[in-house]
Every structure is written in C-alpha cells, then in structure tokens.
C-alpha cells in the first residue's frame, strides 16, 4: 500500500514483557516520527528520526523506551520491562521532511496486563 | 502544561450548516498550524495546514483562520456533511507536532 504501515495492529503484554512495535513509512519520506495517544487525548510526541539519525526523542518516557531506524526507511520502537502505564495507542507518522504534513499510520494498540 | 488547546471537547451540528471548531496556542514561536480528522481505529488524517504568515487558507469546504494576536485558530466546514463526523485534532508544529486534546463533531441529519 501507498500509506504509513504499522504491526501489529493490537499487541497485549504482560508487566514486566518487552515488546517491539513495527513501522513502514511512505517510501521517499525522510522524516519519521513517533506518537503515544492515551484515551482521550490527543497524539503525544515520542521521538523524531531524520533519515537513520535520531534527532530528537525528548518525549520518551523513560529509558525503557527505545528507537531506531538503522536503514532510514523502517522503524522499530522498543519497550522494555513493559509496565500498565505503557498501554495506549501508538503512532508512526512520515513526511517529506520541512512543513510538508506527517501521514499517520493506524496505530498499533497496546495493552499491558 | 498544554501548549495547545482544543476547550470543547464536542460539537454537535446539523447537516448544511457551519461547523466551527476552536483552538488556541500558548507558544508564539509555531510557525505551521495543522488539522487532522481522526475516525475510530484510525490514525489522524491530514486536512488542512496554515502557515503563520498567513491567515486564511482555504481547500473546498474547509477554511482555516489564524489569529496570531490572539493564538487562535479555527476550522470551518461549510457545509458540513454526515461524513465529517469524527475527532479533529489541531496541532502546531516545530518539526514534531503538539497536538489539542481534540473535538468530536457530529453531524446530525
């Protein structure tokens, strides 16, 4: 497809589990970002990619959290020793890069037991 | 602190008439306003986008206003349509984007 792909769509883990969510931006896109969206709110900044490099990832939690995206095209975001405050919705977006909009993904929801 | 705001968190509008949904800002440093529609078990959606040297941007049915003085923005649907029932999101971007809380509109019938 044409659009940002995210997998799994809903991953439930244990406490304590670590799990690893899955991105595939729109090809060309040399910007990927991802989001946190708990219920209710609206989609929360996690870290920003240029390319392979991480230039920002201000809004991880704590360093349980971790992303890469060695080849500049896939992501991968990491949680680690998942704890219940992780569950929530979250999001890749990409974009051209500049003020060219980000195109979301559907989201991969993740529930913590 | 919530830099940016979205205050109702719904909108309930018959079909054929105008929608308004509302937004304000706190940091005069943005530079690029957006709106995204959000369906259920969706990701957002981009709609609409304005730069802050501007103050109108226009794309069919929807119009965004910036006030800049005041740190508002708006969006108009006119006229709105069942379809645009769903959450919109305002955000403003320095790079990444800090997005509102969001408004559920409903078109009614």
């Known amino acids: 497809g044409a659009g940002v792909s995210q997998s799994p769509r809903y991953k439930v883990a244990k406490r304590g589990q670590d799990v690893a969510l899955r991105c595939d931006p729109i090809s060309g896109h040399v910007s990927l970002f991802w989001y946190q969206q708990a219920l209710g709110q609206g989609p929360e900044f996690l870290t920003y990619?240029?390319?392979?490099?991480?230039?920002?990832k201000s809004g991880l939690p704590s360093d349980r959290f971790f992303a890469e995206r060695p080849e500049g095209s896939v992501s991968t975001l990491k949680i680690q020793r998942t704890q219940q405050e992780d569950s929530a919705v979250y999001l890749c977006?990409?974009?051209?890069?500049?003020?060219?909009?980000?195109?979301f993904g559907d989201g991969t929801r993740l529930s913590i037991l | 602190d919530q830099q940016v705001k979205q205050n109702s968190p719904s909108l309930s509008v018959q079909e054929g008439r105008i929608s308004i949904l509302n937004c304000d800002y706190t940091n005069s440093m943005f530079d690029y306003f957006l709106w995204y529609k959000k369906y259920p078990a969706e990701g957002p959606t981009f709609l609409i986008s304005i730069s802050s040297i501007k103050d109108k941007n226009e794309d069919g049915r929807f119009t965004v206003f910036l006030n800049k003085s005041a740190k508002h923005l708006s969006l108009h649907i006119v006229p709105s349509q069942p379809g645009d029932s769903a959450v919109y999101f305002c955000a403003a971007s320095e790079g990444k984007a800090i997005f509102g809380q969001g408004t559920r509109l409903t078109i009614n019938p």
């Open positions: 977006a990409s974009s051209l890069g500049g003020t060219q909009p980000q195109h």
């Open positions: 990619f240029q390319n392979e490099a991480q230039l920002d």
